[in-house]
């Protein structure tokens, strides 16, 4: 059984290389699902056979649209999902909630009361003694794109029970010891992107301190009081019968509430209100959040073959449609959150069941964004041995091509291989998730590199050396 609530897990969508869905898995014929489907199609897709609630709520050409799947299904046919219903269920939305922090950041730089540039140092200064000079040089950029060299949690917590108890008992004052404690080993200079469920935290704890307040304080009048979002809150009070009961799996789970690391995964909405905060961002600056709404969609790093804006996963290049995003897991809820300006579309998926098969919709919708050729091109078998080897995309991620018969086949590290189809000269592609192989050649021609494309992104990987065995029939 796998670990609940681990680092990996905890960040799959952030992942861009998804061939786990090739191997022996039949979500990876992808259902023809896009951001115009029906979300009653969204919802039962998102679920599959897990337990629990599902809601999609998508936004297209202004209007909002709901539907929701169940299982098992009530006694009787549910009510409809309305926009503004008291009803709507309610959903943690883990690790959505860090794009509440990084709209915060991108309201504060926008007043000038604060700059990406500035140090934790400074804005800790007299408030926090005994930090490293590399923890002290740490800024706000690298906080809300992940690449502070932030460990994902205080004290070497990687996942499992540990994680949710450190997220369920760290006040701040065990936080700001916390901080103390961590050791870089790089002074300013960016590390490669790094998901820092503590960076994320203290990003939100700073701002915080910067205008002497709470971090929930700040998301109430900054932005879900202004829009409208009454159903976005941290503590539940009477909206807590509204809580769509949570599981992984067939197991029910407890909610997560936290303390210190509320601007890291603590917000509990609904679609109705995802939606109106989606509909401001779209609106842009003209938009009730101003200048911040566009501000916080804009790239900041490099980030897992794609980019990342204010604490916003961004796929897609510049002058070609790119489509924002974010999703969260806690113990029992799973969350995606989507938006496509180019478009003026929308999507949100909660989820009350941490295991929920969101991934297929997000793979198809990733494909229906950006489809790549299937027109197959007949390549001379005695040519895919120039393909054959190891190629390393970084040091825990691999690409292995091998042959047999008169097929290219991949596969990511720990995975099965999958075959390829040639759509050009040293290009192929896996059509049911639609991604793209393209080959690089070097000196003498022999090939030395990959780009593998996938939804918006891309990871490049360097030939290593040949594989140890080829897969038999």
């Known amino acids: ?70 299982n098992p299904e009530p006694p009787s046919t549910p009510r409809p999902i309305e926009p503004n219903s008291a009803e709507q269920p309610m959903f943690e939305i883990g690790s959505v909630t860090k794009v509440f922090t990084g709209l915060l950041l991108a309201q504060a730089v926008e007043r000038g009361d604060l700059k990406l540039d500035d140090t934790v140092g400074k804005l800790l200064a007299g408030k926090v003694e005994g930090l490293s000079p590399p923890v002290a040089a740490v800024t706000l950029r690298q906080l809300v794109t992940h690449t502070g060299c932030m460990p994902v949690m205080a004290d070497g917590v990687g996942g499992g029970p540990a994680l949710a108890e450190q997220f369920r008992t ?176 929308a999507m949100i998926v909660l989820s009350s069941n941490t295991r929920a098969p969101m991934q297929s919709v997000f793979l198809a919708i990733g494909k229906s964004r950006y489809p790549v050729s299937t027109l197959e091109v007949p390549v001379d078998p005695a040519r895919l041995d120039d393909y054959k080897g190891e190629f390393r995309v970084n040091k825990t991620m691999s690409l292995t091509f091998a042959v047999r018969g008169a097929k290219l086949l991949v596969r990511e590290t720990g995975r099965g291989y999958s075959a390829l189809l040639p759509t050009g000269s040293d290009r192929f592609v896996v059509a049911s998730i639609g991604a793209q192989f393209v080959f690089r050649r070097g000196d003498g021609n022999a090939v030395t590199g990959v780009s593998l494309s996938q939804g918006g992104s891309q990871l490049d990987a360097r030939r290593v050396g040949e594989p140890v065995a080829v897969p038999q029939e």
Request: with cysteine.
């Open 1 to 70: 059984m796998r670990p609940l609530f681990s680092a990996r897990y905890h960040r799959w969508f952030a992942a861009c290389l998804l061939l786990a869905l090739l191997a022996g898995n039949a979500a990876a014929q992808l259902l023809p699902l896009t951001l115009a489907s029906d979300p009653v199609a969204l919802a039962k897709a998102a679920l599959g056979a897990e337990r629990g609630t599902l809601v999609v709520g998508t936004l297209r050409n202004g209007k909002a649209a709901y539907g929701a799947a169940y």
């Open 170 to 345: 760290f006040d701040k004052p065990m936080f700001w010891a916390a901080l103390t404690r961590i050791k870089l080993t790089a002074p300013a200079a960016p590390c490669e992107g790094n998901y820092s469920n503590f960076g994320m935290a203290l990003l939100g704890q700073l701002l915080a301190e910067r205008y002497n307040t709470s971090w929930g304080e700040l998301v109430r009048a900054r932005i879900t009081e202004p829009l409208g979002m009454n159903d976005t809150v941290i503590p539940l009070g009477d909206k807590a019968s509204r809580m769509a009961p949570a599981f992984a799996g067939d197991r029910r789970q407890q909610l997560l509430d936290m303390l210190a690391y509320a601007p890291a995964s603590a917000l509990r909405s609904t679609a109705a209100d995802m939606l109106t905060f989606s509909r401001a961002i779209l609106a842009g600056a003209a938009g009730p959040l101003g200048p911040a709404a566009v501000r916080m969609l804009t790239p900041l790093a490099r980030y897992e073959g794609a980019e990342i804006g204010y604490a916003v996963m961004v796929r897609g290049t510049e002058g070609a449609r790119r489509t924002y995003y974010h999703a969260g897991v806690t113990e029992g809820y799973r969350t995606l959150w989507l938006l496509a300006p180019d478009t003026g579309e």
